[in-house]
């Protein structure tokens, strides 16, 4: 069975040591406790007659109601996640208000074997965060990318 795929873009701001970057929490009751590792580059699954590239433009507007800015996407690569989805990712900058974002939802059974079905958000947070910081936060896989971006920057 081939990996799940999945693209998205990170979005950032700044310059040198004042570099941010948008992160997303994953929302969801799994994650609601967490923090360090919980974070996330907006992104999501796409089908083998997709575009990763488009892919990863519709998984933006998706998971936060906005569309991604306009400029220049830069690949990031890819990276294999802990449970065998392979990530790819583009650097994007620009800026976005996190006050204004809409995210996606998803509905999951919970609490598990209750039969009751809920709503949760994608995200339940979006914020920016310097390189550094997010490299705490991010999930342990993709701090990769911050990587990779401070290497264009």
């Known amino acids: ?44 699954e796409y089908a083998d007659d997709e575009e990763p590239v488009a892919a990863a433009r519709r998984e933006f507007l998706e998971e936060l109601g ?3 800015p306009d400029g220049e996407l830069a690949p990031l690569g890819e990276v294999r996640q802990s449970g065998g ?3 790819t990712v583009w650097a994007l900058e620009g800026d976005l208000d996190p006050s204004a974002v809409v995210p996606g939802t998803f509905e999951l059974e919970w609490p598990p074997r209750s ?15 310097p390189l550094a910081e997010a490299g705490e936060k991010l999930v342990k896989a993709q701090r990769v ?6 290497a264009l920057r």
């Open 145 to 150: 990318f911050l990587d990779r971006l401070a």
């Open 66 to 68: 906005l569309p991604a």
């Open 1 to 44: 069975m081939a990996a799940k795929r999945s693209a998205g873009i990170l979005l950032h701001r700044g310059t040198g040591d004042d570099t941010e970057v948008l992160l997303g929490h994953m929302g969801g009751p799994f994650w609601a406790r967490k923090d360090a590792g919980a974070w996330t580059v907006p992104k999501g």
């Open 85 to 87: 989805k392979v990530v």
């Open 115 to 129: 039969g009751r079905v809920q709503e949760f958000p994608e995200l339940d947070r979006v914020a920016w965060f």
